[in-house]
């Protein structure tokens, strides 16, 4: 059973960037598609992008063009979500989430929660 | 782009009791529908596939239904853990993906 392995949490300021973890451990990354689903405080979820397998590239929500990036280190089976420019609406917890059955999101990591505050 | 809704907003039934969730698309979607459930606390799970199959390790209480734009998730009789948000979510804008606003089931 593969286990997508998120932990900490983040503070961060206005116009800073943050970048979250996702480890994948026993296992080779390379084998998964990886995306990442944030959701703020009592809100429900929003998927910002990941690898598309059937283009072989990175794809991101048009809301977050220019400002996420998307990393693998396969060195360390360690996925990346950089976000810049943080804004107080980017407080929320941001998932790591693997697709499987060809687009469907399992499993998921346990979050990290970004709080983005002055 | 193809919206989600799910209705009702919040379903208050009691345990043992048969719960139906409804999600609709804005545009036909075909079967490209999933469910998930996501407790407080925890990440959401996968439950239900292409708007009918079951997920590894989902029990049987759990089935979906439904195909263009509404989809159903029913659970045939509430177990204690199944009080939780559980959301829709499409693929049909591959590789855009949508997930609907959520369905809180809570204890009556």
């Known amino acids: 059973q593969v286990q997508l392995v998120q932990s900490g949490a983040e503070v961060k300021k206005p116009g800073a960037s943050v970048k979250v973890s996702c480890k994948v451990p026993?296992?080779?990354?390379?084998?998964?598609?990886m995306h990442w689903v944030r959701q703020a405080p009592g809100k429900g979820l929003e998927w910002m992008g990941g690898?598309?397998?059937?283009?072989?590239?990175?794809i991101h929500a048009q809301k977050f063009q220019g400002r996420v990036t998307m990393t693998e280190d396969t060195s360390t089976d360690t996925a990346y979500m950089e976000l810049t420019s943080l804004k107080s609406e980017d407080t929320a917890m941001y998932y790591c989430?693997?697709?499987?059955?060809?687009?469907?999101?399992?499993?998921w990591g346990q979050g990290i929660l970004v709080t983005v505050s002055s | 782009e193809i919206v989600l809704t799910q209705s009702p907003a919040t379903l208050s039934l009691s345990p043992g009791e048969r719960a139906t969730l409804s999600c609709r698309a804005s545009?036909?979607?075909?079967?490209?529908v999933a469910w998930y459930q996501q407790k407080p606390g925890q990440p959401p799970r996968l439950l239900i596939y292409?708007?009918?199959n079951r997920a590894t390790g989902i029990p049987a209480r759990f089935s979906g239904s439904g195909s263009g734009t509404d989809f159903t998730l029913t659970i045939s009789s509430l177990e204690p853990e199944d009080f939780a948000v559980y959301y829709c979510?499409?693929?049909?804008?591959?590789?855009?993906?949508?997930f609907g606003p959520g369905t809180k089931v809570d204890i009556k």
């Open positions: 292409d708007a009918s």
């Open positions: 989430a693997a697709l499987t059955y060809g687009s469907w999101f399992d499993p």
């Open positions: 690898f598309d397998p059937q283009e072989g590239k990175t």
């Open positions: 545009q036909g979607v075909s079967s490209s």
């Open positions: 026993e296992y080779t990354l390379t084998y998964l598609s």
């Open positions: 979510q499409h693929r049909s804008n591959w590789p855009l993906l949508t």
